[in-house]
């Protein structure tokens, strides 16, 4: 039974993630409520690891466990005991400090120790034979690179060919924000304890945290009474917000869409735009673009309506549209700039991207009924900042955008973050590095605004378009890899997860 929980884990993670300083707190509440000591909350992590290593790794019986001085240490002192106890060849190696061990961690190294375990220092050499490698030795609370000897024996295991299981979270990776600012564990697997942090879905994490598990330690009764400050969502979280249809729906329904971009030579990306919205279901997608993209948008997508950009056109389409993109392939130039300003004036519901997102660096407004979709580069330039630091602090990122622009924003990348001005905030756990290419920016607006038009709120339309996006790109990845992958791809596949009731037949 405990096997197939440990799977089941594996494809379904909880929906709540809590920032990593709320921890602390967290789980000195959660076994508060329940009358459980902490000391007792490290056994059933220590267990839990413990567990999940033994099912992952069924051959295994060369353990090396990696101790840090903290509770994170702790929990790898409780699985060497149990590993131990179940005839595993363990060795443990434990970083010192002049700094007493935390208490329960010190009940943990005692407890090792009086089972006749023995701690080797952090620079013993390795034993030859090593099947598993269990990283304990940094935990959550780490906001800095590690230091000697902690870099070293990061470094160690990374060389190492044995798989390796991250205790809460690679050493290294910084739960608050997915930060590496120095040498960092590649994990295989990492089990999270009693909730998930952002730094285990957005940042660099990818990079580190190999197949995410999370194990509540028995605390979900506690947890699910509490209102986690962000959410994660993936695949299976569809259906809560793309219905099936009425079967007497019809496409006035369904939104009437105007998409408006593509200056001349850029008709392939407002393409994408007009087809992406109309494969996620959009009743009707009119696209204004410059002249010369009308005949090579009809002839490859007869489906979408389109006509050259005027004021006057545009006037009309502002009247007919229920909601409106813009920005892909728009460019910067009078004939932008005056679309754009048109567009601002309506209080329809509507989605800037691309171009458009580089006027609003140059002139800025707050408005609630947009949602504004920047990549890192782009949301560096509407905060007037480097790239770098967007990317240093994600979360810290999506919540300034929302507060100087208003509405939704969608941070892509790698864990997208969306965040309304509301208060909103949600992690999109898809995706994978084939979305590295371009127009895939392009595809995504589209879906949005789809959504958008078929009655989401602001915050439900980005959240499921990001997903839809990322779960039909991680598809497409299970079928043939992630490099050579195009935005157009997408469309073969995309009309899967825009109808979430075919998933589940």
């Known amino acids: 039974m405990r096997n197939q929980a440990i799977e089941a884990n594996a494809r379904s993670l909880t929906h709540s993630v809590w920032p990593a300083q709320a921890m602390a707190q967290l789980e000195r509440d959660a076994a508060d409520s329940l009358g459980l000591t902490l000391f ?18 069924p051959q295994a019986q060369y353990w090396l466990v990696l101790c840090g001085h903290g509770n994170n240490g702790g929990d790898g002192y409780v699985v060497a005991r149990l590993a131990q106890a179940a005839g595993v060849n363990v060795t443990l190696l434990a970083c010192e400090s002049s700094k007493a061990l935390p208490e329960e961690a010190q009940q943990a190294q005692d407890a090792w120790l009086a089972a006749g375990g023995v701690i080797h220092a952090a620079d013993a050499p390795w034993p030859q034979q090593v099947d598993v490698i269990v990283d304990a030795l940094l935990g959550t609370g780490l906001n800095r690179a590690p230091a000697a000897p902690y870099d070293r024996l990061i470094d160690m295991a990374n060389s190492h060919a044995a798989p390796v299981l991250a205790i809460d979270i690679p050493s290294g990776l910084v739960a608050a924000n997915g930060t590496a600012p120095g040498a960092t564990i590649i994990a295989d697997h990492t089990l999270s304890m009693i909730a998930l942090k952002p ?3 957005t940042g660099k994490a990818r990079d580190y945290v190999g197949i995410l598990h999370n194990d509540e330690l028995g605390l979900s009764s506690f947890l699910c009474a509490e209102q986690a400050p962000v959410s994660r969502y993936d695949a299976n979280d569809l259906a809560r917000w793309l219905k099936p249809r009425r079967a007497t729906s019809h496409k006035g329904d369904q939104g009437r869409l105007l998409v408006v971009g593509g200056d001349s030579g850029t008709a392939g990306a407002i393409r994408m735009t007009g087809e ?4 996620s279901g959009a009743g009707l997608v009119r696209v204004l673009t410059h002249e010369d993209n009308i005949g090579p948008i009809l002839t490859a997508r007869p489906e979408l309506m389109v006509d050259a950009l005027s004021d006057e056109r545009l006037e009309r389409a502002l009247e007919w549209a229920d909601v409106i993109a813009v920005g892909p392939g728009l460019g910067q130039r009078d004939w932008a700039q005056k679309a754009l300003k048109k567009i601002a004036a309506s209080e329809k519901p509507m989605l800037w991207d691309a171009d458009a997102l580089n006027l609003l660096a140059i002139k800025q407004d707050n408005r609630q009924n947009r949602i504004i979709t920047p990549h890192p580069g782009e949301a560096a330039r509407l905060l007037g ?4 630091e967007i990317e240093s602090d994600r979360l810290h990122a999506a919540h300034a955008l929302v507060k100087r622009y208003g509405g939704v924003v969608v941070l892509k990348g790698a864990g997208t973050i969306i965040a309304s001005a509301a208060g909103e905030v949600a992690i999109a756990d898809v995706g994978n590095a084939g979305m590295a290419s371009g127009g895939m920016g392009d595809v995504l607006s589209g879906i949005i605004a789809a959504l958008l038009g078929q009655k989401l709120t602001l915050f439900e339309a980005a959240c499921a378009g990001c997903v839809a996006h990322g779960a039909t790109a991680d598809a497409i990845a299970r079928q043939r890899g992630t490099r050579g992958m195009l935005a157009t ?3 073969e596949l995309l009309w899967q997860f825009v109808n979430p009731e075919m998933i589940q037949q």
Do not use: C, N, P
């Open 40 to 57: 007792e909350l490290m056994q059933r992590a220590g267990q839990a690891s413990y567990e999940l290593a033994r099912h992952l790794w």
């Open 199 to 201: 730094g285990q879905l």
């Open 276 to 279: 992406a919205a109309l494969r």
């Open 489 to 491: 791809d997408l469309f």
């Open 385 to 388: 900042m480097k790239t770098s």
